[in-house]
Structure formats: structure tokens, C-alpha cells
């Protein structure tokens, strides 16, 4: 029997090598893990080989894999109508849209669906430019914002990639206190100096001609830079002040990532549109979204709004939303994530800081962290692209899925992972992380 699961495991290997085009990747040097199944905090080959996957995937898995009741309902979705357009309405889709605007801010009652992240961006960004009749967006350099069109620009981390799109973009610098381009000393000297340079790029750029800022609450991919005090209240200001729209990015820091359903929910901000996908069903179904304020929403209300794809609603992502949603109120995910980070996941990653010399700095709260590594802690210059990709093989060789941005390792396992599973994950990260130290990087 095993011989045949490993059958199974070469198999799957070997198709996906012959004929699987990757994202991401130059495709001769991938090696990729083999999944077969799942359950929780983890996944397994076709042989029974184990992985603790502390990326949950692309940080979406929030509920964890295969939770029954959201594979149930997808199921029975598919039996009764698995597909329609977007045009119908459709009990499950407006369930959906219902329980997700019930978490959002008062004067936020329309959902407008998308398949993913990057084209909620798009369409948020459009609405911001028809509302406004303005035509710039500003996002920050350190942001991951999609990849299609206007999100790759949005998307300051890859302004160095070609692309035709590149139109009424700009980016400024957010906070980043650890290499803080402000010359900053405190949290609270980052964020006023951060805001100043902001507003000074929207009166350099002219205030009547932005249409939005698009942020992400806490970056993710850039490197998990949760705010500082006072920023995000700052931003809103600067966008009150010049009447721009204020999107909120939540794709992945929505959703209970941070320990809290909107990520926005521990500031003193509320966004004019939110842009959603990845937690909102822990992409058991491909979905995103864009949470609309009502005066945003009313701009369309006898102009048409020019957006949509074939999938946009899905029957199956509308009945995974709502199981998902109410699979977390119901077993208390959100909480959760916030207890298991500030009491064990946040600890432990401390007390590796503690111990390990290639760690400079250690930041995030709830199931959303960054382990920055540093080869030299006085001048934070960050270790080599082959030191990560020595990282990366040690952690998967000891069963650990890791997820990894430049000198980063983020640890973001699913809201549901225990404490056993935390000390087990940290265990993987001692081990690799103290053979390091203990050598040349
Ligand atoms: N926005 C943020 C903050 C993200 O992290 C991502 C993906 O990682 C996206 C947008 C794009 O989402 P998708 O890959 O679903 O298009």
C-alpha cells in the first residue's frame, strides 16, 4: 500500500514538472512538495509524509484545511446549483455579502464580488477613480497590492517589473521602524514623520488629482509591518482633509489574521472601501471582494459601474463564505488567534530572538509574524538569498511549510493552531535557525 502512495507522490511530482507552468518561479529549479490531504494546522503526501504548514498556504487557510462543515457546504451547494452568473440573485451570495458588511464599519453595506485579491484591488481602485473623477493612487513602496494590472503598479515591491499599466501611480514610504527611512528613533517619531512625508507627496502631486490611497492595514508580503501609533488615524486625516478615498487592503490581514476580524478594527480608522479574499473563506474557493461605503456606493446608483468577470458571486464561494464566517463566530477562531499569539506564538519567537543571532528583529501579533534575519545585528544588513534558501530546505526537510519574503521568514499557521503545535513549530525554527547561527552567514 505505502509503495503505492509513493507511486502516487512520484507521479504527481513528475506530471507537474512535465506540464504545470509555475507562478512566481523560474521553472528549472522548483522542487515542489507533493499534497495529497489536509486537516487543520496540517498536510500530508500521498505516503503519509507530514507537514505543519505555518504559511497556511498563501496565509489564507485561516480555519485550517478540510474544515468539515465548510467542505460540507460546498458540497451541497454543488449538488443543488454549482454555477450562475453574476446578474441573478441568489440566497447564498446575498448571505454572504450579509454577514461580511455585519463586520464591517456602520454606512458599509454593499459587497461587490471578485475571484481573488488583486482584481478587488483593481475594482476599488476604479470605483475610487469614478467616484473621485480623480485619477492617481498612492500606495507605499513596501506593499504587495496583486497581480494584474493596476495591483502589480499599486504593488510597490515589484515597481521594478515592465508593465503598460504604470498610469496615475505613486508611491511614498510607510512606517518601518526597523529601517525607518525617516531617521526615526520611537514607534511615535516613525508615525508622525511617516505621515508628514505622506501629506507632503499629496501636495507635491496635487491634491485634485488623487483619487485614492490604497494601504494595506498591516502589510503582509513586505514584511508584516504592523502600524504604529496614530498612523493609520493620520492617513485618514490626510485623506479627509484633500477628499481622497481611503482603501484599505485586507486581503490578508483580514479575517481573523491578526486577531481580530478586520485587521482596521484595533485602530482608530474606517476605510471609505475594503478589499478582501484569501481569510474570508480560507480560499477553500477561489473569491475576494470590495466592502463599499454607502456615499461610494450611491455614485453608482444611475451610472453603471463597468466591472465584473463570469465568476464573480459564485454560488460555491458564496456558500463557502458563509460557512466559513460562521464556523469561525461559532468556534471562536478570531479570539483564538489573538490568545495563541499574544500567549504563545508571540513568546516563542521572542525567546528564539533571545537565542539566535541571525534574528534581528522579531514583530506581528496574532497568527501573523516576521522573523527577520540579519548576518551582522549592529548594521541589520539581512542575510543572502542563499542563506533563505538554505533556510527554506532545512525547515521543509523537518516537515515545517514555510512561508518566506526576501530575509524573512513569516510565520502565519492557521487561526486554529494549539500550543502544542506552536512549540512544535518553534522547536523546527530552533533547530534551523541555531545550526545557522552557529556558522558564517
Ligand atoms: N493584497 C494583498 C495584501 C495580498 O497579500 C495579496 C496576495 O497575497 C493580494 C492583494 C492579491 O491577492 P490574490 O493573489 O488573491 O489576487
Known sequence: MTAVRVDLDARAYELDRSHVFHSWSAQAALHPVVLAGGRGCRVWDHAGREYLDFASQMVNVNIGHQHPVVTAAIADQAARLATIGPATANLQRGEAAQRITALAPDGMDKVFFTNGGADANENAIRMARLHTGRDKVLSTYRSYHGNTGAAVVATGDW???????????????????????????????????????????????????????????????????????????????????????????????????????????????????????KGVNSGYVPVG????????????????????????????????????????????????????????????????????????EVRGEGVFWAVELVADRATREPVSAATMARVKSDLIARGYLPFLADNRIHVAPPCVVTEAEVAEGAAILRDVLTALSAEEI
Not at 188 to 204: D, G, I, N, T
Not at 226 to 231: E, I, T
Not at 290 to 296: L, R
Not at 350 to 359: N, Q, S
Open 159 to 277: 515597481r521594478r517589473m515592465p508593465n503598460e499599466y504604470a498610469r496615475g501611480h505613486v508611491h511614498f514610504f510607510g512606517p518601518y521602524l526597523y529601517r525607518s527611512e525617516f531617521w526615526a528613533s520611537s514607534p511615535e517619531e516613525e508615525s508622525e514623520r511617516a505621515l508628514r512625508h505622506l501629506e507632503r507627496v499629496v501636495q507635491c502631486e496635487g491634491p485634485s488629482t488623487i483619487a485614492a490611497i490604497l494601504l494595506e492595514t498591516v502589510p503582509g508580503t513586505a514584511g508584516i509591518l504592523v502600524p504604529p501609533p496614530g498612523y493609520l488615524a493620520g492617513v485618514r486625516a490626510i485623506a479627509d482633509r484633500y477628499g481622497i478615498v481611503l482603501i484599505l487592503d485586507e486581503v490578508m490581514c483580514g479575517f481573523g489574521r491578526t486577531g481580530r476580524w478586520f485587521a482596521f478594527d484595533g485602530y482608530d480608522v474606517r476605510p471609505d472601501l475594503i478589499t478582501f479574499a
Open 289 to 360: 471582494g470590495v466592502v463599499i461605503s454607502d456615499a461610494i456606493a450611491r455614485t453608482f446608483d444611475d451610472t453603471v459601474f463597468p466591472g465584473g468577470l463570469t465568476y464573480s458571486g459564485h454560488p460555491l464561494a458564496a456558500a463557502s463564505i458563509v460557512a466559513a464566517l460562521d464556523v469561525m463566530a461559532d468556534e471562536g477562531i478570531v479570539a483564538h488567534a489573538e490568545r495563541i499569539g499574544r500567549t504563545a506564538l508571540g513568546p516563542a519567537l521572542a525567546e528564539l530572538a533571545g537565542d539566535c543571532p541571525v534574528i534581528g
